[in-house]
């Protein structure tokens, strides 16, 4: 109790989510007058980033930073539009589409967000769209990001749950895919309600040459996908290769990377790192303290009297990840949840990792656009202008969607596990 409320009371103050986990941790410590614990407290700390698999985080952010100052992600655009554009409500496939393909890519939800509606919603408010829907419906496709590899969300979870990164990343791939048809098919039954205008037209020659043009930039998610799924190399071995593949595209393909920015690059994907690997040094400590004070224990106890069965245990996790996630971000709910649901979920009720891993991470980003917090309709709002309550409300048949498939992803493993070896 002590620990819990001195972890609340520093986020209360303002305390920084990395710090809060450190010292309630020193505060368990101070409380529990074992003085032998504070050797142990470096150790931990270290403990938590002595992880070859982290290695991939940096290279996944740099990729994202080689993508933007490219120019691929006008391209990626440009590409959707080629597919679905021309269809009524054109420009909404275009931005769901399009944000799958860059989700491939960037791997963070705010991210994308913050590239997306500088992009999408100027462009649909032209077309007659709404710019709240718009804004909001960006914010969705943003969700995509942590869900379809490279996901450095689910390297994390693989730190957390000493799972393989590859076969976690390719565990988002279908319920990606997934969510990304069920949002087109949410815009398509909108776009009839609300009679959404079409894109400009484009004969079958003109959609062809746009697709030829644009394709070498797949070649990025391409390499990185196809060489964990051949075995040819791990999740790490391939982010050092999508890099490779980024600077080349920009480079050579699309003419607008340079190599002097890369010094500029590699350092804002350090900052941005260094942020994420405390967070995971601080889990480190955290989860050490819950272990020593027998708290999955005491959790896996009281959820056995009202969970009897795997699917009843998944649907009431996804409650309370939910509810976690509308009011702290991704990583740090990863942190918080999964050093205590992850013991019951594989020891008790026999459910693979992996799978749990995927319902976790789509919890927590969902909760990114859930109230009162909704990081992600700020981030939206902060680009365009529009209000992140009417954000919410006028994309709420997404979030129900969304949850929709939280409940297929729990009754049906195979979703999930269905390309993992």
Not at 51 to 77: C, D, K, Q
Not at 208 to 235: D, E, F, K, Y
Request: glycine residues 10%; charged residues 10%.
């Amino acid at each position: 109790m002590i620990t819990s409320a001195a972890f609340m009371a520093f986020m209360l103050v303002g305390v920084p989510i990395g710090l809060c986990l450190c010292l309630a941790g020193l505060v368990y410590i101070a409380a529990s007058g074992n003085p032998v614990l504070f050797q142990s407290y470096p150790l931990q700390l270290f403990g938590g980033v002595d992880s070859y698999g982290l290695i991939a985080i940096p290279l996944f952010i740099l990729i994202g930073e080689i993508m933007n100052g490219g120019g691929i992600t006008r391209r990626i655009v440009d590409m959707a539009m080629a597919f679905v554009g021309s269809l009524k409500g054109g420009l909404a496939y275009v931005n769901i589409l399009a944000n799958m393909f860059i989700s491939s890519i960037l791997g963070s939800a705010t991210a994308q967000v913050a590239i997306m509606a500088q992009i999408m919603v100027p462009e649909m408010e032209k077309k007659g769209y709404d710019k709240t829907f718009a804004a909001g419906l960006t914010a969705y496709g943003g969700m995509l990001g942590p869900i379809i590899p490279p996901s450095v969300m689910f390297v994390v979870y693989s730190v957390l749950a000493q799972v393989s990164v590859g076969d976690m990343l390719i565990a988002g791939i279908v319920p990606g895919v997934i969510l990304t048809v069920m949002f087109c098919l949410v815009i398509a039954l909108m776009g009839y309600i609300y009679n959404y205008p079409r894109a400009d037209y484009q004969t079958p020659r003109q959609r062809v040459m746009r697709i030829l043009r644009t394709s070498p930039t797949l070649l990025i998610p391409i390499v990185i996908v196809g060489t964990i799924l051949g075995g040819l190399a791990n999740a790490t071995e391939s982010a050092a290769v999508g890099a490779v593949a980024a600077a080349l595209v920009g480079k050579y393909w699309t003419r607008e990377f340079q190599f002097s920015q890369l010094p500029q690059m590699m350092l804002r994907s350090a900052i941005y790192s260094a942020i994420v690997l405390f967070l995971v040094a601080a889990a480190a400590v955290f989860s050490w303290v819950l272990i020593f004070g027998k708290v999955p224990q005491e959790t896996a106890a009281w959820i056995q009297t009202v969970a009897k069965d795997p699917v009843s245990f998944m649907l009431i996790c996804n409650v309370i990840l939910l509810v976690i996630g509308t009011v702290i971000d991704g990583i740090p709910g990863l942190i918080m949840t999964v050093p205590i649901l992850l013991p019951v979920a594989t020891e008790i009720y026999h459910i693979d990792p992996r799978q749990f891993g995927v319902v976790v991470v789509i919890n927590l980003v969902l909760g990114l656009l859930s109230p009162p917090v909704g990081l992600c309709f700020f981030v939206a709002a902060a680009v365009t202008g529009a209000k992140p309550g009417k954000m919410f409300m006028v994309t709420l048949p997404f979030f129900v969607i969304s949850c929709v498939l939280l409940v297929l992803l729990s009754l049906f493993p195979s979703l999930s596990l269905i390309l993992v070896k």
